[in-house]
């Protein structure tokens, strides 16, 4: 059966991210599209957004006319902060993403396997210039971690493995994946897909996966 | 829309079980949720374990809990012989274990923290350190300490906003930031309620992220 | 009478030593202490160990400098692989250490609190954990890590009084107050000065105990 | 060679022990006589006091009606704040203290050793009423530890002795001892005495010492 399908662009994944935070969660927003699953939290919904470098509470981007140089979120970029936010230190920062006080993380990864493990620093295990930053920290100490990720690389392959082939950031920890084509819970019997986007099968989509996938 | 607040001490303890870890903030009754912990001798959990600075001044809220029979074990950094603490202990009938003050503080501190063990040379070469795992560091030799968690801390706050952000005034501040930090449930009590955005961001000493509960109380 | 303003950048790096372990706050540009690490550059002190959370990007002062050849050894949590630093270390120029980021954070925290070491998760699953001590804890596999501390920090700072008590805006903060804690001599650059009283003693967030020298700069 | 002297009192061996502290030290005074110092340190010469409960800068106690029930020092009394001081919590506190921020800690004990040892917390080792607060911390972390106490105890018994009979607090932490009789220091070589109240003899103080002491 040939598909008619259209992926979804790197909003429609964060949109889709963001549409299952409910209010009242403390998330952690990383670096990449995993930071524009804020602009798809409704206004009106009080989800507390935590950036690494000390924001409880992290708000939308400025206009251009009213950035403040000081406040900036974990990729440096010019944000605003929401009504009720704080700020606090960099350790007392960690002490909330280790101590387990973000109800959820959402990373960018290279690769997931199927019991959870998350790639996302580097493409080679003994890489000398590393990209660790704050990833491995999150990754262990978030209750439940989400990954956004492409569903397979440019050149067709798979990122939802068996096996991550990438140094791992952290074993066991991933919960969920959200992809341009569809969104899988990481459970002990492997990845289970939740939902595809409208034009994909289910067998097209085990076609781009490592892994076996299970119908929820 | 978040709203921590509760309007009745029952509601700010409903559901703490028998068997419970109560974490109790406080330097004498400087900063110290007496409310709730009036609330909690009302509320009837028992078999508590309590961890508090000290085993406090007969008359205070904290003997009172602790003569009712209802603290199983008491954590604090010291007993007076001549409390109800110490009598108690001494007619064996409340389990006491004495943690040098700046530890008992870390070792919650590490429980919100999420750091599974740390080493202090604090206690190291007393009698401590007797049957525990020493390890020496530097020279120096060190005890192994694990965390201390709640499942739930009382925290006595000045200020609180509808998120639970919290704002202590001078030393009323004390074991009340790492407490709350590091139990399951956190309940505060304030003196003042205040609109969201009235605490400047920079000056919210307790996080509301760490609070579930606030109850206003006047004083 | 306590005062620790210093007139110059030259006098606020008085004495530092080849060699010396230097904690450079800052993420991004915000929170650091640009004028002190120019001051570094003039200063002429080399053989430094850098620890700062990123080896920088080309054209910021950390680039100059490590591109100046001061810096034996960088200290990090990550280094672009298109940048100065990125550059010096694959032509073998430079050492780079990559600490997890908050395992950076709770390492100066360690030195400045006096715990001689701590165990975390973080990393331990990892090949970050090759060849070093890992203990399961509460079932799960933990890295000992040790105190970093410095012989140096360097602290932007928004607001100061006489005895270095320093305040700082929004996500300024970062590092700054952890650096300050867990060096030898803490030196601060600050763009307000005020008088003593007139922070407010409850919105201090450096304590002025942890700061030996405070430069006004402009901006 | 009768000696006649007369012992410092409470007072005197405060005023004593604040006359050897400059200005710029930060310093922890535990409860009891060295609580006292404080009052003896003049209000022009800028010295630190930190309180266990997170005070970095006690002033003297308040006039009766100026009373603030939020502000206590570690033995919980009433006191002021100088200008220049803050507040921090518990465990910041006590970082201040182990960390090796304090410039000098000044304890009470039961005993010292002539190895530095020090006794304060509980009269026999397995005593199960036990005062332990905060003084393990203290005495560990500080760049100097001094002790202010009676010579001997009541019954005539010396308290700076060669092995301490108490249970420890802490080993080889104290560097100075002031007595009611006179200023000791603690040095690789034992007990040094710098100096004796006027009218007692340096013989009539060693034999009220259980320790040997050697002349600065």
């Known amino acids: 059966m040939a598909d008619g399908f259209t992926p979804l662009d790197r909003d429609g994944m964060a949109a889709r991210a963001a549409h299952d935070i409910p209010e009242g969660w403390v998330v952690n927003l990383g670096i990449g599209i995993p930071t524009e699953v804020g602009n798809f939290i409704p206004a009106d919904r009080e989800v507390i957004i935590h950036s690494e470098n000390g924001v409880i509470g992290a708000g939308p981007a400025p206009a251009p006319d009213r950035i403040n140089p000081f406040l900036v979120n974990a990729g440096t970029q010019p944000i605003t902060l929401r009504t009720g936010g704080s700020y606090v230190h960099h350790a007392d920062s960690f002490a909330i993403a280790r101590g387990g006080h973000l109800d959820l993380?959402?990373?960018?990864?290279?690769?997931?396997?199927?019991?959870?493990?998350?790639?996302n620093w580097a493409r080679a295990a003994h890489e000398p210039v590393k990209q660790i930053g704050g990833a491995m920290d999150l990754a262990i100490g978030a209750k439940r971690l989400w990954v956004i990720m492409e569903h397979t690389t440019k050149e067709g392959a798979p990122r939802l493995r068996r096996t991550c082939t990438y140094p791992l950031t952290a074993k066991g920890a991933v919960k969920r994946v959200y992809t341009n084509l569809a969104v899988l819970d990481v459970t002990p019997q492997g990845f289970v897909v939740r939902d595809i986007i409208p034009g994909l099968s289910f067998e097209s989509l085990a076609a781009r996966t490592d892994a076996p996938l299970a119908r929820a | 829309m978040i709203d921590k607040f509760v309007r009745s001490t029952a509601e700010a303890l409903d559901g703490v079980p028998d068997g419970a870890t109560v974490l109790l903030a406080g330097f004498g009754d400087v900063g110290m949720a007496t409310a709730l912990l009036e609330g909690l001798i009302e509320q009837g959990a028992k078999d508590l374990v309590l961890v508090c600075n000290s085993g406090g001044r007969d008359g205070s809220a904290v003997a009172r809990l602790l003569t009712l029979g209802r603290v199983r074990k008491l954590i604090c950094s010291f007993v007076r012989a001549a409390s109800d603490a110490g009598r108690l202990l001494l007619a064996g009938r409340l389990e006491v274990e004495v943690v040098p003050q700046g530890t008992l503080a870390e070792r919650m501190r590490a429980a919100g923290a999420g750091i599974p063990a740390f080493y202090t040379p604090t206690g190291a070469d007393?009698?401590?350190?007797?049957?525990?795992?020493?390890?020496?560091?530097?020279?120096?030799?060190?005890?192994?300490?694990?965390?201390?968690?709640?499942?739930?801390?009382?925290?006595?706050?000045?200020?609180?906003?509808?998120?639970?952000?919290?704002?202590?005034?001078?030393?009323?501040?004390?074991?009340?930031?790492v407490m709350a930090m590091a139990a399951k449930l956190t309940v505060a009590q304030t003196r003042h309620v205040v609109d969201l955005g009235a605490l400047a961001p920079e000056h919210v000493m307790t996080p509301g992220i760490f609070v579930n509960r606030v109850l206003h109380v006047s004083g």
């Open chain 1, 105 to 119: 993380t959402v990373l960018g990864a290279f690769e997931v396997s199927e019991n959870g493990d998350l790639a």
């Open chain 2, 126 to 177: 007393t009698v401590l350190a007797e049957g525990r795992e020493v390890r020496e560091i530097a020279g120096r030799p060190c005890l192994l300490e694990y965390p201390l968690a709640g499942d739930v801390a009382l925290i006595d706050a000045w200020q609180a906003d509808r998120w639970g952000n919290l704002t202590y005034r001078e030393t009323q501040r004390n074991f009340n930031p």
